[in-house]
């Protein structure tokens, strides 16, 4: 079931996270300085630019809890789609203008780099971050939160970037004394360079899932069949003829309409009567839901193709 859970407020946890990406921006910025390494820089900035979205993402959940008003008659659901697609595309971008600059220092050579309190950083980043990832997904989950799911991919991506940061600096440190100490200027890029390439498809997937939505597509099978599985008991309960169901989703937000098929004329009262308890049905399943539920004895106006499927829903 689908709904909006207790704990700590979306906003809460929105605002918690904006904290903590300053405060690793500022560390990070520092210890950038003394180590001279880029991944760390990269990082940094990384926090940085990430609380300005987090700050953006806190506006986002606002309008789409406000819900629908005289400017955007069907609510801000669309918000959350267009916001995750800026936000990974900009998060692909990092991606790419870290994997260039590893890939030149690579074929340039390499580069030495300082480790000692720059390994201390990325330590507590490495735990800091996995903790958020941790807590983020868990509560993306209970609040059926694209947003708080896009974010808590993005700490995965910190989190794994910053352990290619902690395992470069460890064989900066304990590599030079033994055979393999030819690779150490290259360890730093290369492993950057490895995580880049391992967690960029997650973000793809991501960037396409969420245009998909904003071009309207049809939601998961899942969905659609879980959806289904709720309108039917209605159909049969009270001697229908069939119906059709058409839905999209964008973010969190389920657009639905059906077409319910009469096979005998029905009071007024009647129908309304099952229109609102289906309607209070789907929004048990699907919390953050728009429904429009059209009662029909006449199908002439139903579209062709509405009609070829009517059986499927008997």
């Known amino acids: 079931m689908r709904k909006k859970s207790k704990g700590f407020s979306e906003i809460s946890l929105i605002k918690f996270v904006t904290v903590i990406n300053l405060m690793f921006a500022v560390g ?25 979205f987090m700050l953006m993402s806190l506006y986002v959940v606002r309008l789409i809890k406000k819900g629908e008003d005289e400017n955007y008659h069907f609510g801000y659901g669309s918000f959350e789609s267009l ?8 998060i692909l971008t990092m991606n790419f203008v870290l994997a260039y600059f590893a890939v030149k220092t690579l074929l340039s050579g390499g580069a030495h780099i300082g480790v000692d309190a720059a390994t ?33 991919k993005s700490w995965l991506n910190d989190t794994m970037l910053s352990i290619a940061v902690l395992l470069a600096f460890f064989g900066i440190i304990f590599l030079p004394e033994t055979r393999f100490a030819f690779v150490v200027p290259y360890i730093d890029s290369g492993m950057t360079l490895l995580f880049i390439l391992l967690l960029v498809p997650q973000f793809v997937r991501q960037l396409w899932d ?68 289906m309607i209070r049905a789907i929004r048990k399943y699907w919390h953050y839901s728009e429904i429009d539920i059209i009662f029909t004895y006449d199908t002439t106006w139903i579209p062709l193709s ?9």
């Open 28 to 52: 990070g910025f520092y210890f950038a300085l003394i180590s001279r390494s880029q991944s760390v820089l990269f990082d940094s900035i990384y926090s940085f630019t990430s609380s300005f």
């Open 83 to 90: 916001f995750i697609v800026i936000q990974t595309m900009f």
């Open 120 to 152: 201390m950083y990325t330590a507590i980043s490495v735990v800091v971050c996995a903790l958020v990832y941790v807590i983020l997904r868990s509560a993306a989950k209970r609040h059926v939160s694209p947003v708080l799911s896009a974010e808590a």
């Open 210 to 277: 969420n245009i998909l939505e904003l071009l309207n597509s049809a939601p998961p099978a899942n969905i659609q069949q879980e959806l289904d599985a709720v309108i039917n008991p209605f159909i049969v309960k009270h001697n229908l003829a069939g119906f059709n169901a058409y839905s999209t989703k964008r973010g969190r937000t389920l657009y639905v309409v059906v077409h319910v098929y009469l096979n005998k004329n029905r009071t007024v009262k009647t129908i309304d009567r099952v229109r609102k308890k």
């Open 306 to 314: 509405s009609m070829n499927n009517l059986s499927q829903n008997i």
